[in-house]
């Protein structure tokens, strides 16, 4: 569906642009942007490799481990239904840790992983138990300890301190996820 809109988006204003005389604009309009978007990319592109490569290190260090062993308990209250299930608790575990320290491509097959422990302890119904909704809405709204993707972003638009978003972004972060898992909880009695 969103396809369909942003076809929409784009061809209305092509046909606009082009109906009031400025197509001229919107090719030039194209092209420039075009550029800067490849631009954009290739500044980025190192940085993201520098930034995984820190998250690689502290992966094979343990500190992801320790990371892991500081939200297991946090987690199995969250949890109910994963408590006591060592794959799906794991696997949960391992996402969002991933998630946290920024390495979300680590954390893709985690979550996958975890949704799909859940879906076996909700015995294969198919409308989502509380724990998957919890655990999708901590996975969208988790918290930030080093938010890569955005100092990355900030490093290649020339930004001096691309690094002063990171407390900003703690604080940010562990509010959408405290106010996140906090709805849910109160959704779960009346659904």
Same mark, same amino acid.
């Given at each position: 569906?969103?396809?369909?809109?942003?076809?929409?988006?784009?061809?209305?204003?092509?046909?606009?642009?082009?109906?009031?005389? @400025?197509?001229?604009?919107?090719?030039?309009?194209?092209? /420039?942007?075009?550029?800067?978007?490849?631009?954009?990319?290739?500044?980025?592109?190192?940085?993201?490799?520098?930034?995984?490569?820190?998250?690689?290190?502290?992966? @094979?260090?343990?500190?992801?481990?320790?990371?892991?062993?500081?939200?297991?308990?946090?987690? @199995?209250?969250?949890? @109910?239904?994963?408590?006591?299930?060592?794959?799906?608790?794991?696997?949960?575990?391992?996402?969002?840790?991933? /998630?946290?320290?920024?390495?979300?491509?680590?954390?893709?097959?985690?979550?996958?992983?975890?949704?799909?422990?859940?879906?076996?302890?909700?015995?294969?119904?198919?409308?989502?138990? /509380?724990?998957?909704?919890?655990?999708?809405?901590?996975?969208?709204?988790?918290?930030?300890?080093?938010?890569?993707?955005?100092?990355?972003?900030?490093?290649?638009?020339?930004?001096?301190?691309?690094?002063?978003?990171?407390?900003?972004?703690?604080?940010?972060?562990?509010?959408?996820?405290?106010?996140?898992?906090?709805?849910?909880?109160?959704?779960?009695?009346?659904?």
């Amino acid at each position: 569906m969103i396809n369909y809109i942003w076809f929409f988006m784009i061809f209305l204003g092509v046909i606009v642009g082009i109906i009031t005389g @400025k197509g001229d604009l919107i090719s030039q309009g194209i092209v /420039n942007t075009a550029g800067d978007t490849v631009q954009l990319v290739i500044g980025i592109m190192g940085l993201m490799c520098m930034w995984c490569g820190v998250m690689k290190i502290a992966e @094979k260090s343990g500190l992801m481990d320790k990371i892991a062993r500081g939200l297991r308990p946090i987690l @199995k209250v969250l949890f @109910k239904g994963a408590a006591n299930d060592s794959k799906a608790l794991g696997a949960i575990v391992m996402n969002l840790t991933a /998630n946290m320290m920024g390495l979300s491509n680590a954390a893709t097959p985690f979550g996958i992983k975890a949704m799909e422990e859940m879906d076996r302890l909700n015995g294969g119904r198919d409308e989502a138990s /509380n724990d998957m909704v919890l655990f999708l809405v901590l996975n969208a709204a988790c918290i930030q300890f080093i938010p890569s993707t955005v100092i990355s972003i900030r490093a290649a638009e020339g930004s001096q301190n691309p690094g002063i978003i990171i407390i900003p972004a703690i604080i940010a972060t562990s509010c959408a996820a405290i106010v996140g898992v906090i709805v849910c909880k109160v959704l779960q009695r009346y659904f």
